[in-house]
């Protein structure tokens, strides 16, 4: 599905050269929930800019189901970003003037795809995601929770094979990112969704099949949940970040 291989990336500041990723290589499968944690300055955030293509990799390869991703020139990049991911965002970005249905169809009217079957997709997500019922309100007259339901939606209305969350619960009180999370389990289960989700939250990424941990611009640990309880998962988390701090 997502496969990033040796990927290097530096910035430029004045003379200087800083190398924020080192050769970073991973995978996800499809219909798999993957977290990506890591220090602050780890280069999480660089790491999913390229992965959008918002930023170029220096070098290295990122592959997303058969397309090399490098290679591409703006048009067809614009086109991956639009037709093959989905984004949420950490303030979720819904448009003030647009209703619900409207906000989870924006990406297929950017597209210029809406057809029936697009309007059809966006109900099926209203109904997933139970947010039926306020389809026709606009994001000023609905609470965080069901805004928050429909930026996922609106992340699924292309049926992207990779949704990209930065930070989605960053902001949130333990009860608002359990409902982030419990939208992507409904993703996956629901729909075969696949998600790649940076986050500080140990929390939040205990709900993931796999949690990749960045170091120093490459991955340090990769850590599988199998069977294992959530709480349990997420002390395995806290203890890895923990021996980190200590090397
Ligand atoms: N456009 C830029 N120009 C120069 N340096 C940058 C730029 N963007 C990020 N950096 C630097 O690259 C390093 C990695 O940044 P990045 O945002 O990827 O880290 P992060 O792991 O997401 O951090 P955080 O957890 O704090 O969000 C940081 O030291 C940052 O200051």
Not at 185 to 199: K, N, S
Request: with cysteine; hydrophobic share 40%.
């Amino acid at each position: 599905m997502l496969t990033v291989k040796d990927l290097h990336k530096s910035y430029q500041v004045g003379k200087a050269t800083y190398e924020v990723l080192k050769g970073v290589s991973l995978q996800v499968e499809k219909g798999e929930f993957v977290a990506v944690m890591g220090p602050s300055g780890s280069g999480k955030t660089t790491l999913l800019n390229c992965i959008s293509c918002y930023i170029p990799a220096d070098s290295g390869t990122i592959t997303l189901g058969d397309t090399e991703l490098a290679h591409l020139e703006e048009d067809a990049l614009a086109r991956v970003r639009n037709q093959q991911l989905g984004f949420v965002f950490q303030d979720f970005l819904l448009l003030d003037g647009l209703t619900v249905r409207e906000n989870i169809l924006l990406p297929a009217i950017i597209g210029g795809s809406v057809s029936s079957q697009t309007e059809e997709r966006a109900d099926q997500l209203c109904d997933v995601f139970g947010i039926g019922h306020i389809r026709g309100k606009y994001p000023a007259e609905i609470s965080g929770g069901e805004k928050q339901r429909t930026a996922v939606a609106r992340a699924l209305i292309n049926r992207p094979l990779l949704i990209l969350a930065d930070e989605p619960t960053g902001n949130l009180d333990s009860k608002s990112s359990r409902a982030v999370i419990r939208s992507f389990e409904q993703a996956r289960e629901a729909l075969e969704a696949t998600i790649f989700m940076v986050t500080h939250d140990s929390f939040a990424a205990s709900f993931c099949d796999r949690v990749v941990i960045l170091r120093d611009g490459v991955v340090w640990q990769s850590l599988e949940r199998g069977s294992t309880a959530r709480s349990t998962f997420q002390d395995r988390l806290l203890d890895a970040i923990r021996e980190m701090g200590k090397e």
